[in-house]
């Protein structure tokens, strides 16, 4: 008897992205070269000191590390915070209110184990980062989509979020991340402060997912740090902060992440969840350590870097004729309205049928960044992970491309 | 309104053997050495090949690979796979029927996900990897257990599992290790048909965790591996093999595992989940495939360092009053039969009260590997490895503690 594959595996969501990877296959198969803007692996050397790290790394062992992390990298990581003034007027993070994961993917995992059971949900605030629906689906758990728009750059309406949470009384958790993927918006305090007192409100966990907290370009944030969840006042119980060496250091493949609370019940379960996997990676670990210590200037200049490329991207989309997108005060992405409406063509078109002097890019249709059906068929996602001039070849590519693909009576 | 954690949460699993973990902290505070038996965490050095390669990786960027992990290392484990002939008279295994994942454990996560919704169950051979369990109840299923016994080293009965199977409709898989873990019991090729034939009559997916494959003993297998699933005939949509680079080339630090299935549907589902977390660690799995390399010499080395602990154990212990213990074929674990009837409390007698020249030894009582309440309650599982003077005054503890703990009237 042929054994069944289980529901969740036949639901499972696919990546809306690599559905698009074979036609930039064939594009690649073509001579082309692809200009890859549809996900967010920066280019951007990692840290110099992280990569030391791991030429020095001398142990004869490779042994298991403790399951929530070595204590010398949440030590690092507790430093990090107090140094950062992460904490506010709050109390300063403890390395044990910090469990290092495999990447901010396996925090974000065991947090949303950790609120929901069977059938619960999730509400975030669309378009989201899919892997969250992932993550929901693997452990049986819903997404509720709370729907945010360009008008005012992706902004989440407290008001509205309490609607949704009174609408779904078994939603556990509102996630987002701030800055934010794929919009790059940035909570502010004030901001972080209303939806707090909603989610206390309805008693639901506030996750706020901060693994680009250092790409902040606003001039009252410029060279610090996007507001964090941490300074909460009286969220001790609510709060759960995620976070990666992944995109901070460009050490996406590390596999470091670490999920931050002072609700000490969360996690004693989340570490649960991390025992039964043992171990994060120990030479990772080890490396992440030291990715804590990346010079500030090296810092700044990546930083610096992605202000000049947010700059570049945002003013060339919104000078091509019927595109416009806002000013994304944060991360390296954006979400732009393209005149269009159906992007998955776009985007497969850029890739199967378009050229300019032997280049092409590939986009990130925006639809499956979003929970509501339908939703964000005319837009795109563009990581602005490439330096400007294939930026400024990209801007070129999408302009002629757009009038090819209406030419050909797309619209 | 305070949030509250999901069942999920509040009844994981907690791991029996760290719950021993405060005890032996007091015990190294009291100035005793500990000789740590509890875990598998083996003292032999990482495999040379690997830890060169973790030195000798120089990319600028630490990006994210393919989410079923690199093609080179993929292509390295076929060919291990190849190499050790793991494939018998079967067709040999593909590189696409290989997926990366973050240690053998988030395969046996995927695995289960992919097999099991929500109120369905796996069953296991008792005494078992508990965190079979853990992996279970993260995905909102059971565990059904199937005991073994020392009388016939720990065996599995094909009859027994078929009755079991019957008796479990929801049953969707049996996952069993070998070279086992906790028993070091290795299935044999016949008896590996016969669960095949047992796992295809109920349709059930046949799950064998290979991770200790090269850890064999016996005269007709030393030299070489045991017995693999891969090589049943006619079992390519039921068998899913799981594998490490962790205690084969001793780097339970660098989270590198992967399964096999020629399922091609199972694959699809795993990689979809697998895309949920992007990436397995970049650095690592340069290391991994190095560590395939590994001279066949210091592999054997280890192979008969192993061997020789196993002798001095499993002889030691059988020389002791009232205790016994099966000679396992495989792995570096070994369950033993004591003259008490709470190894919970020995375990932590030896910890808290007892020590010999300084020194006293950590064990894992046995319980925590039985999923049926009360059993196993007389054992304790030991694994051998350190070297044989540690081991040798280990099993002098043992025999001295097991007197002491009689005397103060425990039985």
Known sequence: ?????????????ASPIRRLMPFADGARDRGLHVHHLNIGQPDIA?????????????????????????????????????????????????????????????????TIAAACDFGDSIVVAEPYYTN?????????????????????????????????????????????????????????????????????????????????????????????????????PDMGEHVVVIDSVSKRYSACGSRVGWLITRNAS????????????????????????????????????????????????????????????PNPAGAFYLVADLPITDSNAFCRFLLEEFELDGETVMLAPAGGFYATPGAGMNQVRLAYVLDIPALKRSLRIISEGLLAFQRRGNI
Chains 1, 2 share one sequence.
């Open 266 to 325: 969360l996690y004693a379960a989340c570490l649960k969840f991390a025992q039964t996997r043992l171990s994060p990676p120990t030479v990772d670990q080890f490396a992440a350590e030291a990715a804590v210590r990346t010079p500030m200037g090296e810092m700044r200049a990546n930083i610096a870097a992605y202000q000049a490329r947010r700059d570049v991207v945002v003013s060339g989309l919104n000078a091509i004729e019927g595109v416009s997108c």
């Open 132 to 232: 969250y629906k992932g993550f929901a689906h693997l452990l049986g758990c819903d997404v509720v989509p709370l729907t945010t728009g360009p008008e005012d750059g992706f902004d989440v309406d407290p008001a509205r979020l309490s609607a949704r949470l009174a609408a779904h009384p078994r939603a556990r958790a509102f996630i987002v991340p701030s800055p934010g993927n794929p919009t790059g918006a940035v909570l502010t305090t004030e901001r972080l402060s209303q939806i707090a007192a909603v989610c206390r409100e309805h008693g639901v966990f506030f996750v706020v997912d901060e693994v680009y907290r250092e790409f902040v370009y606003d001039d009252e944030l410029a060279g610090g740090v996007a507001p964090s969840a941490l300074a909460l």
């Open 46 to 110: 990692t840290s110099s000191t992280m990569r030391a790290a791991y030429q020095a790394f001398s142990d004869e062992v490779v042994a298991y590390s403790p399951s929530q992390g070595t204590l010398s990298l949440r030590n690092a990581l507790a430093d990090y915070c107090r140094s950062n003034q992460l904490h506010g007027a709050q109390k300063p993070v403890d390395p044990d209110q910090i469990l290092v994961t495999v990447g901010g993917s396996e925090a974000l995992l065991f």
């Open 1 to 13: 008897m042929t054994p069944h594959l289980s529901r969740r595996a036949l639901d499972a969501p």
